[in-house]
């Protein structure tokens, strides 16, 4: 019997220990990514009937790739890398993480923005969802998915 019992508590220790807490998902931002899928879907396209979607899997050498770098003090930097693998058009900005709820506010293409996307982590990376005004026609009712991977930055 005790054998047993020995053999059910080292099992158990065993167990405990090799699970390792989940990282929160501001833990769990702080990386380089890069994003391998996007869609954004406008359904009223400038204030008007008609769908517009834009959607890339960045399959078949892009001419850009978008990437990013999210820091433990807040902030962060996002870029395109380019065929030759230079870092065009570069971007910086502050993010915070509620619940699942990462917000980045910065300044692009003569704008500030702030966009809050729900965030799913997934093996690779995370998939980021968001409702914004991506048509810029005043409505906050355009959808955008991505989906990341885990980089290195050299």
């Known amino acids: 019997m005790k054998t047993k019992n020995l053999f059910f508590i ?3 220790g065993i167990l405990f220990a090799s699970c390792e807490p989940e990282l929160s998902t501001k ?11 996007l869609k954004i879907e406008m ?9 517009q979607v834009y959607e890339d899997t960045f399959d078949n050498n892009p001419e850009l790739v978008a990437q990013s770098k999210y820091n433990k003090d807040g902030t962060f930097s996002a870029w395109f890398k380019n065929r030759k ?3 065009v058009s570069n971007s910086v900005g502050k993010w915070n993480v509620v ?12 704008r500030d923005l702030k966009v809050s996307y729900f965030i ?3 093996e690779d990376g995370f998939v980021g ?15 955008l998915t991505m989906k990341t991977k885990r980089i290195k930055i050299d």
């Open 10 to 12: 080292t099992l158990f």
């Open 27 to 37: 833990e769990f931002m702080v990386d380089s990514w890069e994003t391998t899928y």
């Open 43 to 51: 359904f009223t396209v400038n204030k008007t009937d008609s769908l």
């Open 85 to 87: 693998g230079d870092h």
């Open 99 to 110: 619940n699942d709820s990462l917000t980045v506010a910065f300044h692009y293409g003569g």
């Open 120 to 122: 799913t982590k997934t």
């Open 129 to 143: 969802k968001s409702k914004y005004d991506w048509d810029e026609d005043g409505d906050f009712d355009d959808l």
